[in-house]
DNA sequence: TTGCGTGTGAAGATCCTGTGACCGGGCCGC
DNA sequence: GCGGCCCGGTCACAGGATCTTCACACGCAA
């Protein structure tokens, strides 16, 4: 299974609700110059699938909004006799970031200071990076839980519109009727270029493993074709691998799939994949 | 509305603006044995104005529930064997709580599963009641940031007005006669285009998690629409999304059997090109 | 051609939601 | 203090909508 798949099967529980979510990758940005550290650190993060950035030094909050980062982590060692301020207008700029102090030893006065002007925890150095990841984890999760519900953006291929936050799909402004299942179904497969096996969709939206000899999957597929077909003649969407699984790509019918005209068809709005997590 | 009608909005999103605007007391309950450590921290506690609650053991959730509390205090040696166990259910029940546990030494691995099972913070027995303050504001500071930005004014969508000043909505001048959660639900719905999951709607007004199989949510929307319909018998305002829960969209009734002609009838609503889909 | 994987239609089984009735607790007036 | 009312919350039932399963037809590969 892919990384990304795993990352989504990662707390369904009761189905594909709220699977969306947690499909990017988390963006952090670590301020700091100890190599070692730094090492440990991205080995970890890496084989978590984030996506971490190291500065060696201060860099500007609108630099900071840019990276649309979920979590910054700082040594405030690095920033010198400035570090107060920086963080205070780290935190008054990104209220949406999690800010986590993690720095040499300090005093309780140093700690009480840090926190009240904004951070989110605070970290002594040495530590160990599944302790500071943790730390990090449960600030992102904080934040994430009371921000307002991602808009999920809307996704236009081939003559359909997929609207996530409407659980629906439309065609030229016609709604397909899609079940929930049929509509987690159809942007699962949406979402991905490649050919997906009957478990791998299974897993997904079911939120559990697939019984040898299952075929709800076929069944779904042909009732999504019927609906698609119904609203969207000219064109197949779902196409089936023998033997294998199925992929997704509007293709116009008729004569022979043109590549280069499908390739645009699909220039939808594709690029919510990375949908930014904060940036007020 | 009741006194009591206030008090049941505590830790919710839409309602917790009034709180906090209100300058609320933050209610606190700390699970310790130490009679020090606990006259240091209500000494502290008391200056700031915060409501502390001692507890020598473990409470049920239920009882948590109750308490309506912004921050929980754990130190998990009171709390013997099942104390992980018991942090689990703390923190899957009631997600917008913040927890944080204050213990005696402990190893990195401990630390990293308190973390991993939800605890916001861990902090180190002994510890200056100063940081420990400081650190669950921090927790609460991130649980609440995003409630803060609430607006409270008044919208008029179809042929009724909500009004949260008041608690109430009306129609041609008439109040609905909502309860308290009843209008909290029709605000919560009224604000968002998108299908909202019964668990969803039910976290954010009830303030923690949704026990499975509770049919709550339901039984509001009936006495919901039946209001509605009472005082809008023209229109529809609140659709069913079979599997998934329900969404807010002014809609008219009785024509909508033709949905190409529709498609333009549409015109009290504020959103959506499309068309409705599974109106209950 | 055989063997297996896939498309299709339909019939239950299952799940989900609407609904009315009911219960307990808090509040108010008496 | 007492009784009634209002409100939030639970329960069980009924009707639908949806899902699963099954049998069979069809197509692909060897």
Redesign the interface.
């Known amino acids: 299974m892919s990384p990304e798949a795993r990352d989504v099967l990662a707390g369904n529980a ?1 189905g594909a ?2 699977q969306q979510r947690a499909n990017h990758r988390l963006r952090l940005a670590v301020i700091d110059r100890d190599p070692g550290f730094m090492q440990v650190l991205s080995n970890r993060l890496d084989a978590l699938g984030w996506d971490l950035r190291g500065l060696s030094s201060a860099v500007t909050v609108d630099a900071l909004v840019a990276m649309r980062l979920n979590a910054l982590v700082i040594d405030l060692a690095v920033l010198g006799p400035g570090s107060w301020e920086y963080l205070e207008r780290v935190c008054g700029r990104l ?2 970031l ?1 800010v986590i102090v993690c720095t040499g030893p300090s005093s ?1 006065a140093q ?2 200071r840090g ?2 002007l ?4 605070w970290m002594t150095k040495p530590c ?1 990076a ?2 500071l990841i ?2 990090i ?3 992102i ?3 994430r ?5 991602q ?2 953006e809307s996704t236009s291929v081939g003559q359909i519109t997929i ?1 996530p ?4 799909a ?1 065609a030229g ?3 397909l ?1 899609l ?3 049929e509509f987690e179904i159809l942007h699962l497969l949406s979402q991905s270029d490649r050919v997906l096996r009957r478990e791998e969709i299974y897993e997904r939206v079911w939120g559990y493993a697939m019984a040898h000899g299952d075929r709800s999957v076929d069944v779904f597929v042909r009732k999504l074709r019927q609906k698609l077909r119904a609203a969207s003649p000219e064109w197949n969407y779902i196409h089936t691998h023998f033997g294998v699984g199925y992929r997704f790509a509007p293709e116009r019918d008729g004569g022979e799939a043109t590549p280069d005209a499908t390739e645009d068809a699909r220039s939808g709005a594709r690029e919510s994949e990375f949908a930014p997590a904060l940036v007020g």
């Open positions: 009761a609700a709220n209220p949406g999690a309780v700690r009480v926190l009240r904004g951070a989110d925890a160990h599944e302790e943790c730390v984890e449960a600030a999760r904080r934040h839980r009371n921000e307002m519900p808009i999920e609207r936050d409407l659980y629906q439309y402004g016609a709604s009727e079940t929930a299942r």
